[in-house]
């Protein structure tokens, strides 16, 4: 891999985003392919030495599917989230914390003693009650997922104040010590706005949240808190939870979200620096002042 990052083209468009924390959310169907990680894994340090503090959490959907599929596990989802049985929550763990987290962290290190990777059981960083789906007014029982209550600030900017980059999977631990699967989406909008994020990039696998989804592909390039609250009941699939999380996080002082197509090499800096040319993928700002 090479040791000259991005970064050195790009120092300039950065500046305005200097000592701000920028929250990373990567996901699981942008993350199958090696030259797409190696290219996330050169943005994400490429953003820390130009100075700002980078916190990755990540996703792993594809991948606890795969394994699901190998052991003759049934994977089923219910308004983007998928339905957690105990047995299935076991996989969720071994695949999130014990593979693509470790693949990551091993990606980022290659460039320097960088990347800690934390669950979000770990020192409570993500403490989770049980969540619910909603199917017409009715509560439904979906397992073991969970919402966040309260993220561990501490502990992620104890890291980043030591030059770390945090890389947090998206489990969750009950106050009653069970754990609980959270949507990655859900885990980077509560973790952004903890923190008091600068950004929230979200890497997906599509250009951007699409008008009239899936018939047109038009991209909304710009939507504000409000606009994207009427949007959301009409949201499906896995873009329910990513444009929830977003707005949770706008609502919650996040300056600005980006949801940026992460099947693009290097998606991550170009969404992130400020240029001159049109910003892709959809950014979600928050409502403007009184
Ligand atoms: N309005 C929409 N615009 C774009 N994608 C949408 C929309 N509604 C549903 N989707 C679906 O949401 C998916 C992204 O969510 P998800 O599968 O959870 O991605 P990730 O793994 O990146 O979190 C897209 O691949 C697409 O199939
Ligand atoms: C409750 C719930 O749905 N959890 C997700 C957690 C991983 C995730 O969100 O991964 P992506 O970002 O790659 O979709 C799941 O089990 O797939």
Redesign the pocket.
């Known amino acids: 891999m090479s040791g000259t990052l991005a970064v050195a083209e790009e120092p300039a468009s950065l500046e305005h985003l200097r000592g701000g924390t920028v929250v990373v959310k990567y996901?699981?169907?942008?993350m199958n392919d090696d030259g797409l990680g190696r290219a996330f894994a050169e943005d994400v340090v490429a953003l820390h030495r130009a100075g700002l503090r980078p916190v990755v959490v990540h996703?792993g959907?594809p991948q606890i599917g795969a394994q699901l599929g190998r052991l003759g596990l049934e994977a089923r989802f219910l308004q983007?989230l998928r339905v957690t049985t105990p047995e299935t929550m076991d996989v969720v763990r071994m695949v999130l914390a014990g593979k693509v987290q470790r693949e990551l962290v091993g990606l980022l290190n290659q460039h320097g003693p960088y990347a800690v990777g934390l669950s979000g059981e770990d020192a409570h960083t993500l403490t989770a009650v049980k969540r619910y789906a909603e199917v017409g007014g009715e509560r439904v029982d979906i397992g073991l997922v969970g919402e966040v209550t309260r993220v561990n600030v501490a502990v992620l900017e104890l890291l980043l104040d030591h030059g770390h980059i945090p890389v947090v999977s998206s489990i969750g631990r009950g106050e009653d010590g069970q754990v609980y699967n959270v949507n990655?989406?859900t885990a980077a909008g509560a973790v952004a706005a903890a923190l008091g994020a600068r950004m929230l990039v979200v890497l997906?696998?599509?250009p951007g949240?699409?008008r009239d989804?899936p018939r047109g592909g038009e991209v909304l390039e710009r939507v504000r808190a409000a606009e994207l609250e009427r949007l959301l009941p009409g949201?499906?699939?896995?873009?329910g939870p990513?444009m929830e999380a977003c707005l949770r996080a706008v609502r919650g002082g996040v300056a600005a979200v980006r949801v940026l197509d992460g099947r693009s090499p290097h998606a991550l800096l170009a969404g992130v620096a400020e240029t001159n040319g049109p910003t892709p993928g959809t950014t979600v700002l928050p409502d403007p002042p009184e």
């Open positions: 996901g699981g169907s942008a996703g959907g983007g990655a989406d997906t696998d599509v949240l699409c989804w949201l499906t699939g896995g873009m990513k």
